[in-house]
C-alpha cells in the first residue's frame, strides 16, 4: 500500500534472456525504444490537442476561434479574455471561492469521519460490527446519481436545497473512503495497540498516536481523490443548486456557453483553463500519490 | 515525529511482558464511537435517501403539492416506466452507447498499459498525459469538444477534410452523429484510466511464465492469450463492471452538450431520469427509472462476474 514506487519499477518482463540482451548493442536497443516511444509519443500529441486547442482558443477573439485553418498561435493574443472572466460581469471568483469552500470542508470531512471509522472496523472488535460493515458493502455499489432525486426532495425538506451544504454534508461521510482506510488498517500488526494498552495507553492514544501516524499517505491519497471529486462535480450541484450565487465552478463555466456552445468561446476556454489549473497542479504535483489511490480504491 | 517514536517504544516493549486476555480488546462501546461521526453521516445523507428512493418510486408527488400532496400508487410508476416507449428507447440508446464506448475503453486502455510497460522514452510523461482527461471536470471537457466538433468550422471535421473526406459528420447537430460523438469523448476521457489500472496489475504478472513461454518458443499472441490475458481478467471483469454502472448513470455530459437531443437522439436513459425528474418534475417516476436501471445493471453485473468465474490466472 505505501509502495509509492511500485508504478516505475524497470521492465524486466520483456521476454528476452539475460544473454540476448547482453549481445543487443546500444545502438539497436535504443531504435527498438523508439520503435515504441514513436508511435505512443505521436498518440499522446495527439491526446493533447483538445487541451492546446483550449489554450490557445482562450486567447483568441471570438470572431477568431472559428477561422480555417486553425490558427494555433493566435495573433493578436487577446490576454484580457483571462481579465473578463476573472473579474467581468460572468466573474468566476465567487464560484472559485464557492469550490474552495466546499471541497475543504468535504476534504476534512471525509479524512477524519473516514480515518476514524476504517480504523475501528479493522482494528476494534464490538458487538454488531460485522453487520454495519455488510450495510457499507452494499452501500458501496450504489452510483451516486440514484440518490439525486431522494437527495434532492430531502435536502428541500431540510431547508438545505440551493445551499453549498448540500454539496458538502453528503461528501463529508462517506462509504468508500471508510473502505479505503480500513484496508490500510488492516494491514498493520495487532501488536502495536496490544503492548500500547498494556503499558495503559488508552484507546484514542492508541489510535491517535500509534496507527494514525502510519497512516499519512494513505490519507494524503484519500485527501487527493476527494478534493478532485468535488472540484469536478457537476451534476449534484446542477441538481441542487439554483441561485448563480452559489454556483461551484464547474456550474459557472456554463455561463460562458449555451447548447450551440455559441455564447463566447475565447472566454469559455479561459474560464476552463482557470478553472483546471488547482486541480492540475495537485494531479502533476501529486500524481504518483494520486495514481496509487486510484488503483487501490479499485481493486486489491 | 513524536508519535512514530511512541509507537516504535511500544513495540519494544512488548515481548517481556505476559499477555492478559482482557487487555486485547478495549470494550465494545469503544469501537461505535469510533463509528459513530461516519456511521451517523451516512445514515443521514445515503442510506435515508436510498430507503426513500424506493418509498419515492411507489408515490406520485410534484413539487407544488409539498409533502402532505405525496401519494401512495404502488407499483403503478414501474408498470409506467416498463411500457413507456421514451423509456425503451432511451435504454436502447444506453445500450448502444455503453455497449462501444465500455469495450473500447477497456481494450483500448489494454493496449495502450502494454505498450507502457515497455522500455520506452520518456514512460512516466506519457503515463501522465494519457490520465490527464479524467482529472478534468466534464464541463470543460464538454465545451472543448462541441466546439471541437463544431460541423462546419471545428477542428475535428478541418482534420477530416483534410485528409480528403468530403462528407464530414454532422456530430452533435445530427440525429445520427450525437452518439458516436459522445462515445469518442467517453474513450479519450477513460482510455487513461483504464490504462493505469491495466498497468499496475501488468506489474503483478507472473514474470517467470513470460521467461519459460519465452524459452518454450511461444509467440507474442500465444503469450499474450495464454498469460497477460488470464492474468489481467479479474482487472477486466473489474473494469467492465464499474464503467457499464458509470455510463449507465452518468448524465454530465449529456446535460451539457445535447440535452438528450437533437430531438430525442441522444437521450439514453440516465437523462431520461433527470428529464422527468428536474424537468417535469415527476419525481417517483424518476425514481422508478433510477431503480429500474440499476437492478437492471446489477444483474448484467452478476452475469458478467458469474462468465469470468474459474478463467483468472489467480484462482
Redesign the interface.
Given at each position: 500500500m505505501t509502495d509509492i514506487g511500485?508504478?516505475?519499477?524497470?521492465?524486466?518482463?520483456?521476454?528476452?534472456?539475460a544473454a540476448d540482451r547482453k549481445r543487443r548493442t546500444g545502438r539497436q536497443r535504443r531504435l527498438r525504444?523508439?520503435a515504441?516511444?514513436l508511435p505512443?509519443?505521436l498518440l499522446?500529441v495527439l491526446?493533447?490537442?483538445?487541451?492546446a486547442?483550449?489554450l490557445s482558443?482562450s486567447l483568441k477573439r471570438n470572431v477568431d476561434?472559428?477561422?480555417?485553418?486553425?490558427q494555433w498561435i493566435p495573433d493578436p493574443a487577446q490576454w484580457s479574455n483571462y481579465l473578463t472572466v476573472l473579474v467581468g460581469e460572468n466573474s468566476l471568483l465567487p464560484a472559485f471561492g464557492n469550490s474552495i469552500f466546499v471541497a475543504a470542508f468535504r476534504v476534512a470531512?471525509e479524512l477524519?469521519?473516514?480515518t476514524?471509522?476504517g480504523?475501528?472496523?479493522a482494528r476494534?472488535?464490538?458487538?454488531?460490527?460485522d453487520k454495519?460493515f455488510l450495510?457499507?458493502l452494499a452501500?458501496a455499489?450504489?452510483?451516486?446519481?440514484?440518490?439525486?432525486?431522494?437527495?434532492?426532495?430531502?435536502f428541500?425538506?431540510l431547508g438545505l436545497y440551493d445551499s453549498l451544504w448540500a454539496l458538502i454534508?453528503?461528501g463529508?461521510?462517506?462509504?468508500l473512503g471508510?473502505f479505503l482506510m480500513r484496508q490500510f488498517f488492516v494491514s498493520q500488526?495487532a501488536?502495536?495497540a496490544?503492548?500500547?494498552?498494556?503499558?495503559g495507553?488508552g484507546?484514542w492514544q492508541i489510535?491517535?498516536?500509534?496507527?494514525?501516524?502510519?497512516a499519512t499517505p494513505v490519507m494524503a491519497a484519500l485527501g487527493i481523490l476527494a478534493f478532485?471529486w468535488s472540484?469536478?462535480d457537476?451534476?449534484t450541484p446542477?441538481?441542487l443548486i439554483s441561485d448563480p450565487a452559489n454556483y461551484t465552478?464547474?456550474?459557472s463555466?456554463?455561463n460562458?456557453?449555451d447548447?450551440q456552445?455559441a455564447i463566447s468561446?475565447g472566454l469559455?476556454?479561459a474560464a476552463?483553463t482557470v478553472?483546471?489549473i488547482p486541480?492540475?497542479i495537485v494531479?502533476?504535483l501529486l500524481?504518483r500519490r494520486?495514481?496509487q489511490a486510484?488503483?487501490h480504491t479499485?481493486?486489491k | 515525529m513524536t508519535a512514530t517514536t511512541v509507537a516504535h517504544e511500544v513495540s519494544v516493549a512488548k515481548p517481556g511482558r505476559q499477555r492478559r486476555a482482557d487487555v486485547s480488546q478495549p470494550k465494545g462501546w469503544v469501537g461505535w464511537m469510533f463509528i459513530a461521526p461516519n456511521l451517523i453521516g451516512v445514515v443521514a445523507f445515503t442510506l435515508i435517501p436510498l430507503i426513500s428512493v424506493v418509498a419515492l418510486s411507489m408515490s406520485k408527488w410534484n413539487l407544488v403539492s409539498g409533502l402532505g400532496g405525496i401519494r401512495f400508487v404502488g407499483l403503478d410508476n414501474f408498470a409506467g416506466v416498463l411500457t413507456d416507449p421514451g423509456f425503451w428507447n432511451a435504454t436502447l440508446r444506453t445500450v448502444i452507447y455503453a455497449g462501444l464506448s465500455v469495450p473500447l475503453t477497456v481494450l483500448l486502455g489494454l493496449g495502450l498499459a502494454m505498450a507502457l510497460n515497455r522500455d520506452i522514452p520518456g514512460r512516466a510523461a506519457l503515463r501522465v498525459i494519457f490520465f490527464l482527461p479524467y482529472v478534468v471536470t466534464v464541463v470543460a471537457i464538454g465545451m472543448i469538444w462541441l466546439m471541437l466538433m463544431n460541423p462546419s468550422a471545428g477542428l475535428v471535421n478541418q482534420a477530416l477534410r483534410g485528409l480528403g473526406l468530403e462528407q464530414v459528420p454532422g456530430w452533435f447537430a445530427s440525429s445520427h452523429w450525437g452518439l458516436p460523438a459522445l462515445i469518442v469523448i467517453a474513450i479519450w476521457s477513460g482510455v487513461g484510466y483504464t490504462a493505469t489500472i491495466y498497468l499496475s496489475a501488468l506489474q503483478d504478472a507472473p514474470t517467470h511464465l513470460y521467461e519459460a513461454a519465452a524459452m518454450d518458443g511461444a509467440g507474442a499472441w500465444t503469450r499474450f492469450r495464454t498469460i497477460t490475458w488470464p492474468s489481467v481478467l479479474p482487472t477486466t471483469v473489474f473494469l467492465l463492471v464499474t464503467l457499464f454502472i458509470g455510463a449507465s448513470q452518468g448524465f454530465g455530459l449529456i446535460a451539457l452538450i445535447t440535452a438528450g437531443g437533437p430531438g430525442d437522439a441522444t437521450t439514453v436513459v440516465s437523462y431520461y431520469m433527470y428529464q422527468n425528474g428536474f424537468q417535469f418534475y415527476r419525481f417517483g417516476y424518476a425514481a422508478a427509472i433510477g431503480m429500474v436501471t440499476f437492478v437492471g445493471v446489477l444483474i448484467l453485473t452478476l452475469l458478467t462476474w458469474r462468465a469470468q468465474r474459474g478463467r483468472s490466472l489467480h484462482d
Open positions: 511500485v508504478l516505475d519499477r524497470p521492465v524486466t518482463r520483456t521476454a528476452t534472456s525504444r523508439w515504441w516511444g505512443l509519443w499522446a491526446f493533447l490537442a483538445p487541451f486547442w483550449m482558443t476561434a472559428y477561422v480555417v485553418p486553425m470531512g477524519i469521519t473516514a476514524m471509522a480504523y475501528a472496523f476494534l472488535k464490538f458487538r454488531g460490527r454495519v450495510i457499507y452501500t455499489i450504489i452510483p451516486s446519481q440514484l440518490l439525486l432525486v431522494p437527495r434532492f426532495v430531502y428541500q425538506q454534508l453528503p463529508m461521510f462517506t462509504v471508510t500488526p501488536e502495536f496490544e503492548a500500547a494498552r498494556m503499558d495507553a484507546e489510535f491517535s498516536r500509534v496507527y494514525l501516524p502510519l478532485v472540484w469536478n457537476y451534476e446542477l441538481v465552478l464547474p456550474l463555466l456554463t460562458f456557453t447548447e456552445g468561446p469559455a476556454m476552463s478553472s483546471i486541480v492540475l494531479f502533476l500524481q494520486f495514481i486510484m488503483t479499485g481493486i | -
